[in-house]
């Protein structure tokens, strides 16, 4: 696979990413000038991997991967040890990022549809699937008042507002990709939370029956 780079030798590409590591300035710029291409093109091949069902928003991933970059001081950036050109070092480092990134998505997709799951239906009408329904649902609205403050924002905004993970970014400030992966952790609480009453109240039903 052709990989785009700059024209640079070995030894300048390593002086380069000492500079880019440090902070300093012109660098940066070099950097935005020669390289965002690279990091597009590893993005549009993670995504003829993964092919996720929901829209995305190529320049959002591509900035939240210059923002993962940069976000260590500059340890990431001092591990590039010249042994390639800096683009084909950056187009893995992206590659796995972005791969890491779309199959945190389609499980954040999964793990969503199992918590949601557990909402009513409001197609079906007897009275004893509203009653379990209303059941359900009240236990999905214990578990999510034992999370924390800022997560209950976060249910809210998604599954109150409606708003989806670009709004709710705007919303509070955020990384779009930090705010898919806020999400995808608050549904695995929920579903432990769950899972976990619903242990308890089948041994409570089990100990119930072994004392007839």
Same mark, same amino acid.
């Given at each position: ?8 030798? &070995? ?35 993670? %995504? ?7 829209? *995305? ?19 990431? %950036? ?9 683009? !084909?070092?950056?187009?893995? *480092? ?19 549809? @199992? ?18 329904? &209303? ?21 809210? %905004?998604?599954? *109150? ?34 899972? @976990? ?9 089990? !100990? ?5």
């Amino acid at each position: 696979m052709q990989v785009a780079r700059s024209d640079t030798t &070995a030894p300048d590409d390593l002086a380069f990413a000492r500079a880019l590591a440090a902070g300093e300035a012109s660098a940066v710029l070099a950097f935005e000038g020669r390289y965002r291409a690279v990091i597009r093109h590893s993005l549009s091949c993670a %995504l003829r991997r993964w092919r996720p069902e929901a829209p *995305v928003e190529p320049e959002d991933l591509v900035q939240d991967f210059v923002g993962f970059l940069f976000s260590d001081g500059g340890r990431r %950036l001092r591990s590039f040890a010249g042994r390639a050109s800096f683009g !084909s070092w950056l187009y893995t *480092v992206a590659l796995r990022y972005f791969q890491r990134q779309l199959a945190r998505r389609v499980r954040d997709r999964r793990t969503d549809e @199992a918590v949601l799951a557990r909402l009513p239906d409001t197609g079906r009408h007897s009275p004893e699937f509203e009653t379990a329904a &209303a059941e359900d649902a009240e236990r999905l609205r214990a578990a999510v008042r034992t999370l924390p403050e800022i997560d209950r924002l976060y249910v809210r %905004l998604f599954f *109150v507002e409606g708003l989806n993970a670009s709004e709710v970014a705007r919303t509070l400030g955020k990384g779009t990709s930090a705010v898919r992966m806020r999400k995808m952790r608050i549904l695995e609480r929920l579903k432990k939370t769950l899972e @976990a009453q619903d242990a308890r109240d089948t041994a409570a039903v089990s !100990s119930r029956g072994g004392r007839r």
